[in-house]
């Protein structure tokens, strides 16, 4: 098997196929550690999907968090994970652990080495071709694998901007915090316990850290504090769901697979599983059912972005939303149970009648 992109999906697609048994050969052009502009936390259904592949990120350095808060003009609503918490890790040391653990699974690593094409059964990197049984791409959004497959037919494409910054001050919460305004989403994550993690996030391309910072006084007040620790790093944040996520030999996971919108801080989770349920298809030696558990693995999170973004751009259902939850804090609770694959599809939907219920009356 060869994987193309040596992200974490493709780590984890790697290390994943290793333990079922194949021979793997991971390439891409990069050299470890490869960073990413992304808000570095992992909820709990992440952190058990990692550990079913034997990637032990409680191990490094990283630093806990118990739940969520949103926050907006003095309403601030919070939940506790109902089970297990988050975690908070730096990009480049989950790289740095998840290379180390695939070259401990016999992983073959060929970084530096461009990846040029696809053959029915073969692969060209730099100059040479090398065959494989399975081909799997891992390499992002703009995936090449994807199009070279004739993968790229979506069912739906949008995108948002985002970017990240570090700052050396101590976590000032035990939450993961989304602090919203009419123009963005500013995410803090403690990522250590003397620094957190911001990134901010918006339709609008131009909105750089410093002017996203002004809307949000309380925040920019802590983080003055302590210094910068890493240089703003950019990013796009892509919802796009495709028509088929393998065909043949080839493969796609990660966000070369499709991506849910950054809001649901489940990218890591996703693919995660999605390496799980791909190596398991390939030990059956059939990659429709990897198609279609691809597919079923989407609906929660597209369905917890949607109503999600559905707040974005609707300040006054925002405020009518957060007032509401803040009056019965269970039902925030509950949609928190539901995000993180602790509450039935059936029993948010009851929540979503109770939510509607008071927005009715609030």
């Known amino acids: 098997m060869l994987v193309i992109g040596g992200g974490p999906a493709g780590l984890a697609a790697a290390i994943a196929a290793r333990r079922r048994g194949f021979e793997v050969t991971l390439a891409d052009c990069s050299i470890p550690p490869i960073d990413k502009a992304c808000g570095e936390g992992i909820m709990p259904d992440g952190l058990e999907a990692a550990r079913a592949l034997g990637i032990p990120i409680e191990q490094v350095a990283a630093q806990p968090f118990r739940g969520i808060r949103f926050a907006e003009n003095g309403i601030s609503l919070e939940a506790d994970f109902p089970g297990g918490h988050g975690l908070g890790v730096r990009r480049t040391v989950l790289h740095e652990l998840m290379v180390d653990r695939a070259a401990a699974e016999g992983v073959h690593l060929m970084w530096g080495c461009a990846v ?4 029915a059964d073969s692969v060209t990197i730099d100059n040479r071709t090398m065959h494989a049984r399975w081909i799997v791409g891992a390499d992002g959004c703009n995936s090449s694998t994807r199009r070279w497959a004739g993968l790229d037919a979506n069912e739906h494409n949008s995108q948002r901007f985002a970017f990240r910054r570090h700052y050396r001050v101590a976590p000032w919460s035990e939450f993961m915090e989304i602090h919203w305004s009419s123009r963005c989403q500013l995410y803090v994550t403690p990522v250590d316990p003397c620094e957190v993690c911001v990134v901010v996030i918006s339709r609008d391309q131009y909105l ?9 006084p309380e925040v920019a007040r802590r983080l003055a504090a302590g210094p910068v620790s890493s240089r703003e790093r950019g990013g796009v944040s ?3 769901r495709l028509r088929a996520v393998a065909d043949g030999r080839v493969a796609l996971v990660g966000d070369a697979s499709g991506s849910v919108d950054a809001i649901t801080g489940d990218g890591l989770c996703l693919l995660f599983q999605h390496a799980s349920l791909l190596a398991s298809a390939l030990v059956a030696g059939n990659l429709g059912s990897y198609r279609k558990a691809h597919r079923q693995l989407g609906r929660r999170p597209e369905l917890m972005a949607r109503l999600m973004l559905l707040l974005e751009d609707r300040h006054r259902l925002r405020r009518r939303t957060f007032r509401a939850m803040a009056a019965r804090p269970v039902t925030f ?3 928190l149970a539901m995000h993180v694959g602790q509450l039935s599809v059936r029993e948010f939907a009851t ?3 109770e939510l509607g219920w008071q927005l009715l009356t609030v």
Request: zero cysteines; charged letters at 25%.
């Open 208 to 216: 750089r850290m410093q002017e996203a910072l002004t809307l949000f």
């Open 238 to 240: 892509v919802t796009r």
């Open 116 to 119: 040029r094409g696809i053959d």
């Open 333 to 335: 609770a509950r949609m």
């Open 351 to 353: 929540n979503g009648l």
